[in-house]
């Protein structure tokens, strides 16, 4: 998963393509937890580019977007939010999965 390098990549991201945008931080649990079934969620939809943003270097971006809890999903499609898995409780691969479905759903 590509890691956000700044609030200009985050912006031209969200504004361009399909993105995912998993907010998280090296200090979390639950978010540890489910890094081992990233990859295979990936690979399931790549329709999608996912982004890892950590939330203690972009707190003003969680901010913007009201996410005060993570793990946390966002999707963008270019420059409109289709969807949010946003909640402080731990995740599954099924829920992640769930969430993503229901974008294409939409």
Known sequence: MKKLESIEQFNEMKDNGKHIFMFSADWCPDCRVIEPILPDVESKYPDYQFIYIDRDEFI??????????????????????????????????EEIEQFIDGLKAS
């Open 60 to 93: 003003d971006i969680c901010a913007d977007l009201s996410v005060f809890g993570i793990p946390s999903f966002v999707a963008f499609e270019d420059g409109t939010e289709t969807g949010r898995f946003v909640s402080k409780d731990r995740k599954t691969q």
